[in-house]
């Protein structure tokens, strides 16, 4: 299998038998027991030189945020640490199978969205890294987040293992399930709240329960109008964008005039022209609306300093809004391991993953390149800015908690991989028993020390003068 080619599909027309037996096969290859390891090589780049390297290609005067706010703590550093795993991931042991990965699997891009069809749904979140790979690496990345976390927690060492391998255990069983189904009962398989709830009530019962109907309750109320009472005002008779600078900028007190003027039009015509990349009921809809303002915001923690922009839409009238968010798609961490998109542009090659890995995808998400921003030719995919989102807050998680939330993102994860790689295959290498989900929790823990070490080289280079940091 070459690295462009997405996913297994060059064993789907094998009988099941034969898939199978590949997914043994690489047992022998790879030991369950091998991906335990993790032993940083002597030549092992210096982490903030790869953290500089990214940023570099940065809007500069918003990188001192990113390195503020990844030094907050050994959890938040990993979050924005995605190509230095990414470049550790690549001297793992690898069974050979592939999936559609999303790159950057920590237990925080898990969350509530929504769907098309208005229902809640449980699903992957962040596709900024997606490309086709070996499909351990967004398993051990998750895996370590948890381990991570449990340690921000103040869990101890067995609390933090029996997380890890409860999530293992999860996705491994998943995917032993998927592997027994039919092509388009994989495809049509779903994670929504409601059943959810009802699937876990006898284990998250009382207050737990309480609190995942709080939490679904919060996701619902974070929409459009919401965010669009939080983030704009009314001036001189007209809606625009509240500034909240340097984390929200509207375009007008970013740049002088005759610039501003420029990029206004170049940020249109890209809203325009990405709309050719969506489904045309939905490209309809989207010409519906009117431009009404643009800003520069600050997205996330390892995206820091990537350009973002949000757009306000209005419909019928200056109560009827929508907001979008174009942000910039760079080529992903994983490339340089993994191979090259075969995607003409980054954006698709985001736009695509997530399309693939998700159940179901917001309906304005799409893509479009621009050259006239900055001079220079940049990839954007766009989505709405929020609709629906309820993120979990890892420092409220006890270790049951964070069991069963990891058993959620073990199963979420199988299914992605399910769609795009061969099932039987992996099923068939992960087995009955529990070696892999073993195997991982060792891992989970020696590259959590790896993080602390790379976490204290961030802050020893910013008390160095080295990198600047500036909190926001």
């Given at each position: 299998?070459?690295?462009?080619?997405?996913?297994?599909?060059?064993?789907?027309?094998?009988?099941?038998?034969?898939?199978?037996?590949?997914?043994?096969?690489?047992?022998?290859?790879?030991?369950?027991?091998?991906?335990?390891?993790?032993?940083?090589?002597?030549?092992?780049?210096?982490?903030?030189?790869?953290?500089?390297?990214?940023?570099?290609r940065?809007?500069?005067?918003?990188?001192?945020?990113?390195?503020?706010?990844?030094?907050?703590?050994?959890?938040?550093?990993?979050?924005?640490?995605?190509?230095?795993?990414?470049?550790?991931?690549?001297?793992?042991?690898?069974?050979?199978?592939?999936?559609?990965?999303?790159g950057?699997?920590?237990?925080?891009?898990?969350?509530?969205?929504?769907?098309?069809e208005?229902?809640?749904?449980?699903?992957?979140?962040?596709?900024?890294?997606?490309?086709?790979?070996?499909?351990?690496?967004?398993?051990?990345?998750?895996?370590?987040?948890?381990?991570?976390?449990?340690?921000?927690?103040?869990?101890?060492?067995?609390?933090?293992?029996?997380?890890?391998?409860?999530?293992?255990?999860?996705?491994?069983?998943?995917?032993?399930?998927?592997?027994?189904?039919?092509?388009?009962?994989?495809?049509?398989?779903?994670?929504?709240?409601?059943?959810?709830?009802?699937?876990?009530?006898?284990?998250?019962?009382?207050?737990?329960?309480?609190?995942?109907?709080?939490?679904?309750?919060?996701?619902?109320?974070?929409?459009?109008?919401?965010?669009?009472?939080?983030?704009?005002?009314?001036?001189?008779?007209?809606?625009?964008?509240?500034?909240?600078?340097?984390?929200?900028?509207p375009?007008?007190?970013?740049?002088?005039?005759?610039?501003?003027d420029?990029?206004e039009?170049?940020?249109?015509?890209?809203?325009?022209?990405?709309?050719?990349?969506?489904?045309?009921?939905?490209?309809?809809l989207?010409?519906?609306?009117?431009?009404?303002?643009?800003?520069?915001?600050?997205?996330?923690?390892?995206?820091?300093?990537?350009?973002?922009?949000?757009?306000?839409?209005?419909?019928?009238?200056?109560?009827?809004?929508?907001?979008?968010?174009?942000?910039?798609?760079?080529?992903?961490?994983?490339?340089?391991?993994?191979?090259?998109?075969?995607?003409?542009?980054?954006?698709?090659?985001?736009?695509?993953?997530q399309?693939?890995?998700?159940?179901?995808?917001?309906?304005?998400?799409?893509?479009?390149?621009?050259?006239?921003?900055?001079?220079?030719?940049?990839?954007?995919?766009?989505?709405?800015?929020?609709?629906?989102?309820?993120?979990?807050?890892?420092?409220?998680?006890?270790?049951?908690?964070?069991?069963?939330?990891?058993?959620?993102?073990?199963?979420?994860?199988?299914?992605?991989?399910?769609?795009?790689?061969?099932?039987?295959?992996?099923?068939?290498?992960?087995?009955?028993?529990?070696?892999?989900?073993?195997?991982?929790?060792?891992?989970?823990?020696?590259?959590?020390?790896?993080?602390?070490?790379?976490?204290?080289?961030?802050?020893?280079?910013?008390?160095?003068?080295?990198v600047?940091?500036?909190?926001?």
């Amino acid at each position: 299998m070459t690295d462009n080619h997405p996913t297994g599909h060059d064993l789907r027309h094998r009988t099941p038998r034969e898939r199978a037996d590949i997914g043994r096969a690489a047992r022998s290859a790879v030991p369950r027991s091998t991906h335990a390891e993790f032993t940083p090589p002597p030549e092992r780049t210096d982490p903030v030189d790869i953290i500089e390297d990214q940023s570099a290609r940065r809007v500069a005067e918003l990188v001192p945020i990113r390195y503020s706010r990844m030094s907050e703590s050994p959890f938040r550093f990993y979050r924005g640490a995605a190509a230095i795993m990414a470049a550790d991931l690549a001297e793992t042991p690898r069974t050979g199978l592939r999936a559609q990965l999303c790159g950057d699997a920590h237990m925080l891009n898990f969350r509530l969205l929504a769907s098309p069809e208005r229902r809640l749904m449980f699903d992957i979140n962040d596709f900024d890294e997606t490309l086709p790979g070996p499909w351990e690496w967004d398993v051990k990345r998750l895996s370590a987040s948890l381990a991570i976390a449990g340690r921000a927690n103040g869990f101890g060492a067995k609390e933090r293992a029996a997380v890890v391998r409860a999530t293992v255990r999860s996705y491994r069983e998943q995917m032993r399930t998927y592997a027994g189904m039919g092509n388009l009962e994989v495809w049509y398989s779903r994670f929504e709240a409601d059943e959810l709830a009802q699937e876990f009530a006898p284990e998250v019962g009382g207050k737990n329960l309480q609190m995942w109907d709080r939490a679904r309750a919060r996701a619902q109320s974070r929409d459009t109008l919401q965010v669009f009472e939080k983030l704009t005002h009314v001036v001189d008779g007209h809606r625009r964008i509240a500034p909240d600078p340097p984390l929200l900028v509207p375009l007008e007190d970013l740049l002088p005039r005759a610039e501003r003027d420029v990029l206004e039009k170049e940020i249109s015509r890209l809203v325009e022209r990405y709309g050719q990349s969506l489904p045309s009921d939905r490209r309809f809809l989207l010409e519906s609306f009117r431009l009404a303002d643009i800003a520069r915001k600050v997205v996330g923690v390892g995206s820091v300093g990537t350009r973002c922009w949000i757009v306000l839409l209005l419909g019928k009238d200056d109560e009827d809004p929508l907001f979008l968010q174009a942000k910039e798609a760079d080529e992903s961490v994983l490339a340089p391991y993994a191979g090259a998109t075969r995607f003409r542009t980054q954006g698709e090659r985001v736009v695509a993953g997530q399309r693939l890995m998700q159940a179901t995808s917001d309906i304005f998400l799409g893509w479009e390149r621009t050259t006239g921003i900055d001079g220079r030719r940049r990839d954007f995919y766009v989505r709405q800015l929020r609709d629906w989102k309820g993120i979990v807050v890892a420092e409220n998680l006890s270790p049951k908690r964070m069991s069963l939330f990891g058993r959620l993102c073990g199963a979420t994860l199988a299914r992605a991989h399910a769609r795009s790689g061969d099932r039987i295959a992996i099923a068939a290498y992960l087995g009955n028993g529990d070696a892999f989900d073993r195997a991982l929790a060792t891992f989970a823990e020696l590259y959590a020390d790896q993080n602390e070490k790379d976490h204290q080289a961030l802050l020893d280079a910013i008390a160095a003068g080295r990198v600047p940091a500036e909190s926001a």
